[in-house]
Every structure is written in C-alpha cells, then in structure tokens.
C-alpha cells in the first residue's frame, strides 16, 4: 500500500503530504499542489511532484495515487531513481503503490555506469524484472552534438529482459549493429549487467599462427567456484603440437591466499642433435602467502618446467632461471627472523642443473637496538645467516655466520655530519668437495671434507658536510663525502666457496657500503678511503636534479676478490656517477655511469630517458658494458629500446617499439601497435617481429589483435 489515512483539506499548496499505513513503508509527497478527493480516493499532486519511499524516488510534473486500486500514475517527465542508483526516464508509469510494479511508456534506462537501454514501453514485476519491448541496448555514450546518432554499437532485440535478481540481462531476436548498420543476428543473447564483477563462463577465444605451433586455438573458461575460489581452464589446440591444456586456480582464505596455475601437453622436444616425438611437457607456476599472526608468516613459490625451451616455445614465460622457494618469516619492533629453502632450474643450453644448489636452510636473524645504547644516539646491530647448500653432483657447504656492530652517528658544531661504525663478522664452514681458490663448482679432483673459518674486523668512519643555498625559487645542496675503512688484507681463504657473492657491480649505490660485495661469502678486505661530492637542486614549481660522481682508493690491491674488468682491480677505483635531470613534467632522464681511471673511457654507460606528453612520448632506454680484458663474467653488452606513443585524440593512439643489440648489429625485437578505446569498445592490434634463437626457438613474426566490447566479453586473434 502507497498511503492509508486522509487529508485533511481538499487542497495544500506547496506542501509535504506524509502519508503511511500500519505495516507499511511511509511515502513522503512532496509537490506545489496536492489535494484529496475523499469520495473517490484520489490523491493528485502537480507541478515539481516528487515522491520518496523504500530508497525509490518518483519525479513527473504531476502523479495521481488511486487508494483503492493502489495504483499511481505519473504523467510529463517521469524519472524513477532506484536505491541501484539506476535511472528510469519515461512519459507515462502506471505503478503499484510501492514503485516496485506497473507499466512504463517510452522508456529509457540510464544505469550507475552510464549503460543505456531504451524502448518503446516496459513493464516491471517484482521490483527487480524489467521487460522492455522494442528495446535497444548500448554502454557508449551518444554523441554531444547529435544525440540522436546511433552509437558505436548497440544491440536490438524485439525484446530484452533485465533480471536485477539474477543480475543478467536477456535478448531475444537480436541484431548487434555498429553506428546503426546490422552486423549480426541471434536468437537469444544473454550477458551479466553492470552490477557484476565475475561469473562462471567462456572468455574472450584467442587464434594464433607461429612455425613452431602452426595454426593454434584457445578458448578460456572461467570457473567462478564460490566467492573466494575460480578456477580458469583454457586448452590450446594448435594443429602442429596438437592439445595443450593450461589452467590456473585462486582461492582466497581467512588468513592467506593461493594461486596455481601451469599446463601440461604431450608434444615434440628438440633434444641434442634430434627432434624426440611425443614427449610429455609442462610447467607450474605457484605462489601462496599465509599470515600466522601479526609477527610471523609463510609462503611459497613453486617454479618448474619439463624442459629448457618449453616455456619460451609456448609464450607462457622468457625467464632463463626459475626460482622454487618456502618460507617462515616475522617482523616484531626491531627484530627480523626468516628461514628459507631454495632450489633453481637453469634454462639456458649450457646449465646443468644437477650443478644448481640447493639451499635449505637458507636462515636469517636482523635486530637493530634502541638509540642510545653506550652514545647518544648509539646503536647496535646483530645479522646471523646459517647456510646448508647442496647439489647433486658437486660440492658442497654449511656455513655459520655473525656480524655484529656499532653505529655512531654524530652531528659537529659547524654542521657537518659523522657516522662511526665498528664491526666484526665471524664465519664458520663445513665443506665438501671444494677445491680451494677455484671457482668450479664441480672439480674432477675434488678433496673430501673440510673446514674453515674467519674473523674480519672493520673499522669506518664516514664525514658529510651538507651546504645549502636559497636563490629565489632555485634551492641547491651541495654534499661532499668521504669515508676511511680500515680492514685487514687477505681476507678471503681459498678454502671457502663463493657461492653467493658472484655477479658483482661497482657503481653510484654501493661505493659507501661496507661490503661491497652481494653475499657473506666474500668480504671486502684492505683499507681504503672512499670519497665523493653529491648535488640536489630544486627549481620552478615541480622541476629537480641531482647528480653524484664519486671514487674509491685502496692501500693494496684485492685481486682475489675483484676481477679484471670490475673497476675495483686496482689500488685507484673507476669513477661512478650518476645525472638524474626533471627539469620539467614531461621530462625525465637519468644517467649511470663507470669511468675509466686512466682515461675516463666508458666502462659502463645505463641511460634512460622519457620525454613529452602522452600526444607524443619517447622513451630510450640504452645499456652499455665495456670488456677490454676478455674476462667472460663481464662480457660486451651494448644494446638500445626505444618506443614512441602518442596519443592522437581521446580515443587513438599508436605506438612503435625496437630493441637493438649495438655489439652484433641486429634487431632483437619491433612491434608497431593501434589502438582504438573509448568508454565501450576497444580494439587493438600489434604486429611484432623477434629474433632471439635457441634452438627449437626462431625469429617470429606475429600479428594480434583483440577485440572489447563492454559487457560482452572480447574476441582476439593473432
């Protein structure tokens, strides 16, 4: 029931009428005019008549409420606004008392996310089943100068049904057009409304070409299990490698979640000098994460495939190292814990992973104590790694390891900045199978087991004097900095392995640390002194720089540890630096650099720079490695990316990417991509060339393209 109690007076002018009955939602009229004809129960409100119950709001320019058929009429430009937030636009409604029923003239639909639906009337059951005959269906928005056009597309049916219960929205008899002109025809369509965000069904099928695959076919299907679980299943059929079947699963839980996903296929494998037939192959790809309570946590990562080239063959990954790895973890104040495992599977032609460790127990303990520990402002530090590392075939390690140490930091009385630090690592190793100072992992005349040991004290001092100047809207800071490291030489045995301090880089970010190097396995040794000069400087309203160079000398040199080639071989270190420039919002470069000592000759050179707005913007990435003493842990590497966007108006755009390797003159990768997007349709294509090999893995050429339509899904293909 709409109302139940009468007026009093025939006729209210600019007045509220509340009006409920005894069980019944309230309904609050509100209108210039009002008035009641007790005799035959009529209700009449005109002009700017706006009625409100149960979240549901009616506006007309006039509405009659018939009390004893319990119906409500509203005539001259209707809106009903649902608690949805969805929008009903029509000339004439003939409802039931609560708004949720009745029958709509001329109706137009707006929803929350702007979709429209119009058609010629309409008719509402339940409140939540909307009928529309003649009805068209479209998520574009009208063109501003000429509404009438027809949009991008739409779909008409002879009738479409929105089930708000089910959340679907239903045709019958349809055409999907573009700009008006019928393209396709279909019985019956069906599709979610708005309102959702993942249902079970078929995604978006994908057509493929390439020499290793042939003519390739995937058609996902997504499993929406329950709320906190999917399951996605999508079989690829290529008429060269026949059925491959893929699939990942998610599930969220109280306290974690958990993804898998991987593959499986029975398909040719290139092997050494032949082509093995009907050879099982697949991978999986899985991670988790858990929280125990608000200290401690444990995950995983599950990493493997069947093969070298089976994840680049398929396109599902170009990682040429996969990491497996569990964990427990806590951080509580000051205090880290973590114990891991690892192991790792090569993909390149020359790994072999039987050489590959396995590292379990991998556990770390870091705490930092409370400022003021002896000094103001003094504190102390304890990072302790334990290490079991084995593999397969080679040797093997154990190792216990503690440095502990004392920071002082330190302000003088002309500004300028002290940091004393004092520490001390203590190691421990049990090995097997390590021939001392070589770096064979698996030596054919390996010595059984063994034990060494070490104790290396460092000493270090560090001095910055910070130097600001304010020059109307121009502020620059000017930083000199110096280090002294005093060490014992000779520190590094040949007794213990390297295994985790290999891959070393000199550069602008760790000339001030202590160790320089990446692991525990190697220290860096020798007294030396450390020094540099730092610059900030801000400007205008969002424009900055900084810029840094910087160099390092050695009382001895430490050619134990440091290679040829590493900038750090001699007693005087190569030169560092860096140049980071935004002068401007769409402008950003940064430069990295390592100088040549004697003559200032590039030996490493990483630039990255970004420029212009999105109407036009270049992006340059280059990378260069110099190797003038053939040592192969720091080959020549000299490559160039650049890729130009732009982005032509509010809907086009286009781009072109190139990868170059400088050293062998060729190009590794080019793609040339057009996009069209709007606020209901997307297509894309991109047409790309590769050429990276390695053996069953060729140079390619492909085209993609897919296709969006809002709430319909995609089609792709490429």
Not at 251 to 272: K, N, P, Y
Not at 318 to 328: Q, V
Request: aromatic share 10%.
């Amino acid at each position: 029931m709409f109302v139940a109690c009468a007026v009093v007076g025939n006729v209210a002018a600019a007045q509220d009428l509340n009006i409920d009955a005894l069980g019944e939602a309230p309904a609050l009229i509100t209108a210039d005019e009002l008035s009641y004809d007790e005799e035959n129960g009529l209700v009449v409100a005109s002009g700017n008549v706006e009625v409100s119950q149960t979240g549901r709001v009616l506006l007309a320019d006039s509405v009659t409420y018939n009390i004893n058929e319990d119906l409500v009429t509203a005539k001259g430009n209707v809106t009903l606004i649902e608690p949805s937030g969805d929008t009903v636009f029509a000339d004439f409604v003939e409802l039931t008392g609560d708004l949720r029923e009745g029958f709509i003239r001329d109706i137009r639909v707006l929803m929350a996310d702007n979709t429209r639906i119009a058609a010629a009337s309409g008719t509402r059951t339940g409140g939540n089943r909307t009928e529309f005959r003649k009805g068209v269906f479209s998520p574009c928005e009208l063109c501003r100068d000429d509404p009438t056009r027809a949009p991008l597309w739409q779909i008409k049916a002879n009738e479409v049904i929105h089930d708000q219960e089910n959340h679907d929205v239903i045709y019958h008899d349809a055409w999907i057009e573009f700009f008006g002109i019928p393209v396709l025809y279909t019985p019956y369509l069906q599709h979610p409304d708005p309102t959702v965000d993942r249902r079970s069904g078929i995604l978006a099928p994908t057509f493929g070409t390439s020499d290793y695959l042939g003519y390739a076919f995937q058609v996902p299907y997504f499993w929406a299990i329950e709320d906190d679980k999917d399951l996605t299943i999508s079989p690829i059929v290529s008429t060269e490698q026949g059925l491959n079947l893929t699939g990942e699963y998610r599930q969220l839980f109280t306290d974690g979640e958990v993804r898998i996903a991987g593959s499986a296929t029975i398909a040719d494998r290139e092997e050494t000098n032949n082509v093995a037939q009907d050879r099982f192959r697949g991978h999986i790809d899985a991670e988790g994460t858990f929280e125990i309570d608000e200290t401690w946590r444990w995950g995983f990562e599950a990493n493997r495939a069947s093969d070298d080239t089976y994840l680049r063959a398929y396109d599902f990954d170009s990682s040429r190292t996969l990491t497996s790895e569990g964990y427990l973890e806590g951080l509580k104040g000051r205090n880290y814990a973590a114990v891991r495992g690892l192991a790792y599977q090569g993909l390149r032609e020359t790994d072999r992973n039987s050489e590959f460790p396995i590292v379990a127990p991998l556990a770390d303990y870091n705490f930092v104590g409370e400022p003021g520990f002896l000094l103001p402002g003094g504190h102390y530090t304890v990072d302790a790694n334990l290490m079991a590392l084995s593999r397969i075939e080679g040797r093997d390690s154990r190792r216990l390891s503690v440095i502990s140490g004392y920071h002082l930091p330190y302000a003088g009385p002309i500004g300028d900045i002290y940091e004393i630090t004092a520490q001390v690592q203590a190691d421990g190793y049990w090995t097997h199978g390590v021939e001392p100072g070589s770096s064979d992992v698996n030596p054919s005349n390996a010595p059984g087991s063994d034990t060494a040991g070490r104790v290396f004290p460092q000493f270090a001092v560090k001095w910055r004097y910070p130097w600001m100047r304010q020059d109307g809207s121009v502020r620059q800071v000017i930083e000199p900095i110096a280090q002294a490291v005093f060490a014992p030489n000779g520190s590094n045995p040949g007794e213990i392995p390297n295994e985790d301090s290999l891959g070393f880089e000199f550069d602008d970010t760790n000339i001030f640390k202590l160790n320089r190097l990446n692991g525990r396995d190697r220290v860096d040794s020798g007294t030396r002194f450390d020094y540099g000069v730092k610059w900030t400087g801000t400007f205008g309203v969002e424009g900055s720089a900084n810029a840094f160079v910087g160099q390092s000398y050695r009382l001895t040199e430490n050619h134990d540890v440091f290679a040829e080639g590493s900038g750090l071989e001699d007693k005087m270190s190569d030169i560092v630096g860096r140049v980071q420039v935004r002068p401007i919002e769409d402008l950003d470069l940064l430069y990295r650099f390592r100088l040549d000592k004697d003559n200032l000759k590039a030996q490493r050179s990483e630039l990255d720079l970004n420029i212009g707005p999105p109407a036009l913007n270049l992006d340059i990435s280059y990378f260069f490695i110099n190797n003038d003493n053939g040592n192969d842990e720091f080959g020549d590497r000299e490559e160039i990316t650049f890729g130009i966007k732009s982005r032509l108006n509010e809907n086009w755009s286009v781009g072109f990417s190139h990868r170059r390797d400088l050293i062998d003159d060729i190009a590794l990768r080019s793609a040339v991509s057009l996009t069209y997007q709007d606020e209901c349709f997307l297509i894309e294509g991109v047409a790309q060339r590769t050429d990276y090999r390695d053996r069953e893995i060729e140079a390619d050429d492909s085209v993609f393209v897919r296709v969006v339509f809002k709430y319909l899904g995609e089609a792709s293909g490429g």
